[in-house]
């Protein structure tokens, strides 16, 4: 009763907020049904994200997690492909007539030591780029793996509340932004059916409770690159006869910010970060060369092309001014802004509402995206219309304590961010099993 009442009010809500969405399903007996397999499995997937977390794999180096992961979704009755688009793996399960439909996990970790603490705290180390590096769970894709093997137990479970294929992925190398790219050039959705539509979700610094969902733009888009100034290398006693490709590389640092503060609209979001700069090896020698790396956001292809495009003028126009040639510009990767099927989101609100009650936040189409970047674009932009759940994983007393003490909650990529396992863990398995049961999808063509 109480939550048929809910589900009226919160059906109320949303026709305020999002009118023509599906009528919600009732997902009660569903909910207590996935909320006990839960209780049960619960114990071991917890288990398995302290195992990865102890145990985390820079992006392509996911060997350990991706075996497995393997594992897990094959004891669920899935069939599974691995090493798609390198340590990628693919699982299929059919269940008889209906949508083909992608659930995606990713599952690589950072270069970054781990300060959190924490018992089962990260030791691991591993090569990056020719160095000797920590490594550590520090964006919750440990979380992620756990997630979708309980995704994959509840689904085999369940059979009889849904039907269809389900496409479950383990993707690597999320954090360069490689990895879905990767997958999709080994043949994702040629070797394996093309899901209709699809689902992902991501653990962040929210409170420990919250499920969010947001209706459009839900990430910026990222473009990397490696500019090379080539100069004229010679003793630092004699620069009338070489080509000095440091000033080159330090007027370029400092000009390039001028496309951001003088030619984008100021209300429109862009960031420019140079985020490193190789040159030179003593004092008394003109180097060679000097390579910079910038990292570009934006949320609009607009203001994409205008940072791309102004990047490479002012980068080009510093050579110029150096007497250098023109510089080398190496795109080194990069994805699209993530968008959110607003059906997708409108259905999922009404259908999720009487399961999280308050819990469940909502951000329409015209608040702003996240600054962040997500690769799962590169799904959606292939034509799979998708939700990509928000997942809140910091106990509300800890934010509280934080706050007091005027500090603010580590984010994703922190060395201290420490997401509780749990409730994310739970509430990701719920947001997308009870999507799918509810029947959460696209509107049709
Ligand atoms: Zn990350
Ligand atoms: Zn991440």
Known sequence: ??????????????????????????LGAANTRLTALLDKNYPALEALYKDLHQHPELGMQEVRT?????????????????KVGGT?????????????????????????????GLAW??????????????????CG????????????????????????TVVLIGQPAEEPLIGARAMLDDGLFTRFPKPDFGFAAHVSNLPAGVVAIKAGAGSSASDSYSITFHGRGGHGSMPAATIDPIPIAAR?????????????????FGVLTIGAIN???APNIIPDSAEVKVNLRSQSPEVRKLLQDGTARVAKSAAAMGGAPEPTIRYLSGTGVLTNDETMANAAVAALTPVFGKSLVFAPASAPPMSGSEDYSEFVDGGVPSLFFGIGGYDPAVLAD???????????????????????????????VLSIVGGVRPAAK
């Open 1 to 26: 009763m109480a939550k048929h009442g809910l589900w009226v009010a919160a059906s109320l809500t949303l026709s305020l907020i999002a009118t023509g969405a599906q009528a919600a399903p009732d």
């Open 66 to 82: 991706a075996g497995i992961l393997a594992q897990h979704l094959r004891s669920a009755g899935f069939t599974v492909t691995e």
């Open 88 to 116: 990628g793996v693919v699982g299929l399960l059919k269940n008889g007539e209906g949508p083909t439909i992608l659930v995606r996990a990713d599952m690589d970790a950072l270069p970054i030591e781990e300060k959190t």
């Open 121 to 138: 705290a990260s030791k691991a180390r591993a090569t990056y780029e020719g160095r000797d590096v920590p490594v550590m769970h520090a």
């Open 141 to 164: 894709h440990d979380t992620h793996v756990a997630y979708l093997v309980g995704v994959a137990q509840a689904l085999d479970a369940m059979r009889d509340s849904w039907s269809g």
């Open 252 to 268: 370029f640092v400092t000009d390039t910010q001028v496309v951001i503060s003088r030619e984008k609209d100021p209300a429109a």
């Open 279 to 281: 040159a030179g090896s």
């Open 402 to 432: 934080l706050k007091a003490k005027g500090e603010p909650a580590p984010t994703n990529h922190s060395p201290f961010f420490a997401p509780k396992a749990e409730p994310a863990i739970r509430n990701a398995v719920t947001a997308i």
